[in-house]
C-alpha cells in the first residue's frame, strides 16, 4: 500500500512497509555476543584481549541512525568481534548497502569474520587490516554514516581523516564520550567546534557524540 504525501504531488512507501525489525535470530545471537564479550573483559586486563563491546542500547541506536537515513555507505573504525558491526550490517540490508570496518588485531579480526559469517551478514562488511591512521586514507568516500569506537587516544586523529569523507548531511557518531570524558577533552572541544559539524551528546551506553555534516553553500 503507498501513500501519498499530501502538498508534494508525490508517493513514497509507509514507513511500516520499508522498516523492518532485527529479526530474533540475530537478536539472540547479539545477546550471546554481548554476554561474552562483558565475560570475557571481566577476566582478561591487556587491551587486545578485550571485546570492549559497545552497550546493546548503543546498538539499537546506532541500527536506528543507519535504517532510518537510508544509509549505503557505512565506515567503522574498530571492529573488535564485530559486535557493533553485526547492528550495522543488519541495517543496511534496508538499503542494499555496504560496511567498511576497520581493524588491526589479526585474532579479532578472524573473530569478527566467523560471528559475521554466524550473523549470515559477512557479504555486506568489507574488513580492512591494519592501523586505521594509515588506512582510512586510502579509503574512498564519501561515507553516509561514520561510528568511531577505537583507541581513543586517535580520535581528534580519525576526526580530521573522515570528515572529508563524509558526504553533507552524514553522521559520526563517536563512542564513549561520556565514560571517558577525560581522555577525550581535545575531540569534544575540536568536533563541538567544527565549522562542519552541529553536534550533540547522547546519554545512552557509555555516551555518544553525535555529529551532522553542514552543507557549506560556496
Known amino acids: 500500500m503507498i501513500a501519498r504525501h499530501v502538498g508534494l504531488g ?3 512507501p509507509l ?5 523492518h525489525p532485527v529479526n530474533d535470530a540475530i537478536l539472540r545471537f547479539l545477546d550471546d555476543l554481548a554476554r561474552f564479550g562483558a565475560d570475557n573483559d571481566s577476566r582478561e586486563t591487556a587491551r587486545p584481549r578485550r571485546m570492549l563491546n559497545i552497550t546493546p542500547d548503543t546498538g539499537r541506536l546506532l541500527w536506528i541512525l543507519a535504517a532510518a537515513t537510508g544509509a549505503t ?27 567498511v570496518t576497520l581493524e588491526v588485531n589479526p585474532d579479532k579480526i578472524a573473530m569478527a569474520r566467523r560471528n559475521l559469517a554466524t550473523a549470515g551478514l559477512a557479504d555486506a562488511v568489507e574488513i580492512v587490516e591494519g592501523s586505521a591512521a594509515d588506512t582510512l586514507g586510502q579509503l574512498p568516500g564519501p561515507f553516509d554514516l561514520v561510528f568511531l569506537d577505537a583507541d581513543r587516544p586517535s580520535y581528534l586523529t580519525y576526526l580530521e581523516l573522515v570528515v ?8 559520526l557518531v563517536a563512542d564513549n564520550v561520556t565514560s571517558h570524558a577525560n581522555e577525550l577533552t581535545e575531540y569534544l572541544a575540536r568536533v563541538k567546534s567544527h565549522p562542519e559539524l552541529f553536534t550533540v551528546t547522547v546519554p545512552i551506553g557509555n ?9 557549506i553553500k560556496t
Open 73 to 99: 555507505r557505512i565506515l567503522e573504525v574498530g571492529t573488535s568481534n564485530a559486535f557493533s558491526t553485526i547492528w550495522l550490517a543488519d541495517a543496511v540490508r534496508l538499503t542494499g548497502g555496504r560496511v
Open 10 to 12: 508525490r508517493r513514497r
Open 15 to 19: 514507513m511500516r512497509e520499508y522498516y
Open 207 to 215: 555516551g555518544e557524540e553525535i555529529a551532522i555534516k553542514r552543507h
Open 164 to 171: 572529508p569523507k563524509l558526504r553533507s548531511g552524514g553522521l
